[in-house]
């Protein structure tokens, strides 16, 4: 437990816009996810969320600061981060199977223990009966389910998650949630407990899974607030959203949220007048 | 004409129910079926008729002389020319042999031209340095029209099937080249990203995401590549051969015989025909994971 999981020190991204100017995203950012801790990150729409998980997964370098992962500064991909993304990107042209069997195989398993470890996953959420589907044939739902288990088939002990829920129906959603606590709590017994990044707009969603809640600030997004969740696990979704903590919790964080997501709004109404 | 079919069905419909009869769901498809059959019979029927009657004017304004048959012959001429070439043979040998001296000639550029379009078209697509580096010459070459060249490799390569080759190889080289580059840049940068965490090296991901991400691109091109494929084994063997259709259009025209220019022709219309249809045979085959209407599209 002596070295955080992740670590950003003072973190900052800058983009060159088409324009040729320079667009800050992320602003001297400071977070530290302790080992096995799960983290929501909430904000409002556009102010750097999916730029800090792309900071941490070695896909995107810092403008300015650091970002480690275990102690070590990140270059490059790590082969311990696993990253569930916001937009579609399961392979269009594999079948369901061959898309759970990629990481492995990317990562050299040997073809049969790797069809055997998808088997296996695309069991557990649920996809068994579609593996010979291909992705334009399975619902939006489905095929993030499958984005979720070509993941957790390489076994990551961080995971980066950016909205993964959010194309989901309700009822699967909370099924999903539910089951995404399982398995973290599962790797939780094992020495190296997975550590959780996860990105959301749904305050229910978040309060109801993390150990702690950080608030972002309206771009460039930097650390507002943190929220620490004291609601006892193990949760289920359905019922901690009962719990009169739950409900302070809730009242608290939407109040410094709302106060960023009206800043943005505010700004995207002046920019386009 | 789709689009008045689909109005006149629904009128149909409308009034079905206006006249508070809704028809039961089996025999509304069985309708639907069913006129969906005629309609592909009509369409078929009326392309027959054109055909005929296409065909049944050219004859008949040359037998009345309204068309000079010498410069424009006549179908009962050209189907002589044709038989008698296949029961007979051509001055040069066999049909068979003509066209299959072309089709190995064009074969041979397109595998080659397809095969060196795509390996540089994703290279450069891939290697932002090679494409800033090559990408002036490759603008300049492209400028230039191709098919001038066909005199020169005659000079180079000879009579022989080597300067039909190369005539073919410059023709197809482009179009591939630039949609395998086009389709190696635009491949999604989440597929790319995504494979990346799953622990791909830039080899997997070239290999893996860019290559069957750039595949519709590619065979886009193939389709219109074959056609120049030929295209350039004809006009090599136009100019100068020993065997082959273009010589036989040559030869035809040599002779003053317009039928035998028609009939090649021909020929080498239903030669494209048959490949073009084993291309998108083998195109439905490769693309099993797109959606079925996207892929009917083209
Ligand atoms: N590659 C890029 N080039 C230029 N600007 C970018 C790039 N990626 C992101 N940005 C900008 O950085 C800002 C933050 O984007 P980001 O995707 O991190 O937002 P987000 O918090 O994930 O938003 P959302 O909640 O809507 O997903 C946005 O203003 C976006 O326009
Ligand atoms: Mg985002």
Redesign the pocket.
Known sequence: MSTPAIELTGATKR?R?PSGAL?T?VRDLDLTVAQGEFVAVV?P???????TLTLVSGLEEPTEGEVRVYGEPVRGIDPQVGFVF?QDAVFPWRTVLSNVMAGPRFRGVPAAEAKERARDWLGRVGLAAFEDRYPHQLSGGMRKRVALAQTFVNDPAILLMD?PFSALDVQTRALMSDQLLELWAGTSSSENAASVVFVT?DLDEAIALADRVVVMTA?P?TVKEIFTVDLPRPRTVEAVRLEPRFVELYREIWASLGEEVRITRERGAGRAA | MPLETASETAASETAATAAGKPPAAGTRTEARERAARNRKLTVYAARVGVLVAFLGLWEVGARTEVVDPFNFSQPSRIWDQIWQWVTHGTAQGSLGEQIGYTLYEALSGWVIGVVCGVLLGIALGRIRFLAEVFGPYIKVLNAIPRIVLAPIFLIWFGLGPASKVASAVVLVFFPVFFNAFQGAREVDRNLVANARILGADNRRVTLQVVIPAATTWIFTSLHVSFGFALIGAIVGEYIGATKGLGLLVAAAQGTFNAAGVYAAMTILAVVALVTEGLLTLAEKKLFRWKPADAGDGR
């Open positions: 983009f816009t667009h995203a904000g729409t556009g102010c750097g969320k999916s730029t916001q909205e707009h771009g997004a």
